[in-house]
């Protein structure tokens, strides 16, 4: 079975600054990918960063970037120079067979002016 | 860009209603989904469909629910008798083929709203 496990249920940062989101996966599944998804107050579900786990090198995008040990199943994004806009809910997100994905319980992250 | 569509934003029934969601994916993609997040909850599979018949569901997924794809744009979750626990966010989702050969990023719509009374 496959789990995804975030333990930070909430967390805080000061505008500009840099913020540290955990997420920790379980699978015997070789070939896969991890996302990490946010969610504003509207609930959309807005994809932030993709990895696919064959590729050592960690994904960034623009502001936001992870950091992928495959060997310890963990998949940390960092958010660089944070800004209001930030504020939304952070789920992270596994698949690996195309059927499904296996998401995290969420972290609240709250960018404080 | 293009993106996924989900009507309507919000939907109110009573209990014991039939209620269609319905999604429009992104046009050449091949995988559909549907989700749910029952409000200060994770977002939980429901359905997979690929190839006009369901790849995967979950416990959740009971007779109770049914997919279908009715033409070539739309993709519906119905629901026959809506019970108060159905209350949450439905969200759609589709994918293309990755490299694998399975479906790659899914792409969520803004989900609906259902409210059960």
């Known amino acids: 079975a496959q789990t995804v496990t975030q333990s930070q249920p909430e967390m805080s940062v000061q505008e500009a600054e840099t913020v540290t989101l955990s997420c920790t996966y379980d699978t015997s599944e070789n070939n896969y990918y991890l996302f990490w998804y946010k969610q504003p107050p509207s609930r959309q579900m807005i994809l932030v960063i993709r990895?696919?786990?064959?590729?050592?090198q960690n994904a960034t995008e623009n502001r936001f970037s992870v950091n992928f040990q495959k060997a310890a199943k963990s998949f940390s994004l960092k958010i660089s120079d944070s800004q209001l806009g930030d504020t939304a809910m952070y789920f992270c997100a596994f698949e690996f067979s195309g059927n499904q994905f296996y998401f995290g319980t969420g972290t609240s992250l709250t960018v404080i002016p | 860009e293009p993106e996924v569509t989900q009507t309507p934003s919000h939907q109110v029934t009573q209990m014991g209603q039939e209620v269609i969601l319905r999604c429009v994916p992104i046009?050449?993609?091949?995988?559909f989904y549907w989700y749910r997040q029952i409000l200060g909850q994770k977002v939980e599979f429901l359905v997979s469909f690929y190839n006009n018949e369901i790849s995967e569901k979950s416990e959740i997924f009971d007779d109770q629910f049914s997919v279908e794809r009715p033409d070539g744009s739309n993709f519906t979750l119905k629901i026959r008798s809506t019970k108060l626990e159905d209350s949450a966010m439905y969200f759609c989702?589709?994918?293309?083929?990755?490299?694998?050969?399975?479906?790659?990023?899914?792409?969520f719509g803004p989900g609906t709203r259902l409210t059960v009374l």
């Open positions: 990895q696919e786990a064959y590729k050592q």
């Open positions: 046009s050449n993609h091949l995988y």
């Open positions: 989702a589709s994918s293309e083929r990755g490299a694998w050969g399975f479906a790659d990023t899914q792409y």
